[in-house]
Every structure is written in C-alpha cells, then in structure tokens.
C-alpha cells in the first residue's frame, strides 16, 4: 500500500544546530502536507504546511521544502532550541480524500546542550 | 482560537469495563470530528471519521462494535471503548475541523489526548 514515512527515527543535534527531518511519501495525489511537533503525553501541535503547487514554504525558524519528483518532503528548523526536543511527524491530504490525514512514523528529535 | 479539549485526560479501567472519552470544540463548531489512536513511540493510527448528525465511518480494521463514537452535536464527539481489554490501552488522540474537506483541506485542531491504561 501507499504510506507516508520518514527516514531516520532518532535525531541528535547540538544546540544551536540546524535540524533537518525528512519525509518521504508514495502517493502521487498527495496535495498538501503537515508537519507537526508532539511533546510526550500531549497531541499533536501544527508547525507549517505545504500545498503540492509550492516546493518551499518558511515560517519562524522553520522551513519546508517540497520535491514532488522524488516524492520528499523535509523540516529545516534553524538554530535548534532544547525546546524543539520532540517527536516531529510528517502527515498528507489527499486530494479529494476529504479531510483525512495520513500521519508518518515520526522522528525523534533530541537536542544536546 | 481553534481549542480542542478531551475529558478524561488519563483514565485507569478495569478489563471488561466501558470507558468514555469525550472530545470538544470549544470556540468554534466542528462538522467533522477524527479519532486516533497512538501506541508507545508510534505514529497516530486514525480508527474513524465522525460527522455531525451521521454515522460514523470507520477504518479498515477498525471494530465498529467496539468504539462506539457518536457525533450528536457540532461541538461534542464521544469514543466508548466497549469491554476495555489491555491491548487498548492506548494514547487517544481527537480532532476536529470546521468542514468535511469536500474541496480542499480543512484544518484538523487536535486535542491534548487521553491515556487509557486497561489492568
């Protein structure tokens, strides 16, 4: 079947560092994608978005990247903060799927002092 | 704007008992309403979409007989885990959106989760 996962599920970065996180997703009709934070023990909590029709999107500290060829998806988070330590997770809608997301697997971001 | 709650947030039951988890729009009403479920270190697993007034529509593999949600107002969804088991223990995520996303996508606002521990 079609799924939405991620390549790496643990992610450990210096203070400071940027991050990156990654994405990969199989389903051609994928027409916009999530990425959200979740601490432990809380939901879910929406970063920024893409639709299919952009490749980059920025937002505070924050930037996705689209490539639609390969079918990948990716996180940048600038000078990463002890407080960005969570569970990233990447999600899609696909078009005319109604409002349905498909949530990733998700990765482990830790950051080192 | 745009908050979720969910009551309980942590819940212990007995094996073989019913729990409720209840899950609302607190400033604005909800058309739509998910539930998930998330196991330890997994990704979130949605089990069913809710629309007001209407059934709900369930996922492949998911029990219809043994969560029971109900939608009856733009502002309130339920999730009773029939005869709770240990393997439901789980994280139990809701969300909700203003609109069913017929066109295009419509926001989904999540709520805080509910741990359920089955002993």
């Known amino acids: 079947g079609e799924s939405v996962g991620l390549h790496l599920p643990t992610l450990s970065v210096q203070e400071g560092d940027n991050s990156i996180i990654n994405c990969a997703y199989s389903n051609s009709a994928s027409d916009y994608f999530i990425w959200y934070k979740q601490e432990s023990g809380k939901g879910p909590q929406f970063i920024i978005d893409i639709r299919s029709n952009m490749d980059k999107r920025q937002g505070q500290r924050v930037t996705v990247l689209l490539n639609k060829t390969v079918k990948h998806l990716s996180l940048q988070i600038a000078a990463t903060q002890p407080g960005d330590s969570a569970v990233y997770f990447c999600?899609?809608?696909?078009?005319?799927?109604?409002?349905?997301?498909?949530f990733g697997t998700g990765t482990q971001l830790k950051v080192e002092l | 704007g745009a908050v979720v709650s969910q009551h309980p947030s942590r819940v212990i039951c007995k094996s073989g008992t019913s729990v409720k988890i209840e899950c609302r729009s607190l400033?604005?009403?909800?058309?739509?309403m998910f539930w998930y479920r998330q196991f330890p270190k997994k990704s979130l697993m949605l089990m069913a979409t809710s629309n007001e007034g209407s059934k709900a529509t369930y996922e492949q593999g998911v029990e219809k007989d043994k969560f029971l949600i109900n939608h009856a107002s733009l502002t309130l969804s339920t999730l009773t885990v029939t005869s709770a088991h240990p393997e439901d223990s789980s994280f139990y995520i809701c969300?909700?959106?203003?609109?069913?996303?017929?066109?295009?996508?419509?926001?989904?606002?999540f709520g805080p989760g509910t741990r359920l521990t089955v002993l």
């Open positions: 969300s909700a959106s203003l609109g069913r996303g017929s066109f295009s996508y419509n926001e989904q606002f």
């Open positions: 400033d604005f009403q909800a058309t739509t």
């Open positions: 999600a899609e809608n696909i078009r005319g799927g109604g409002n349905k997301l498909t």
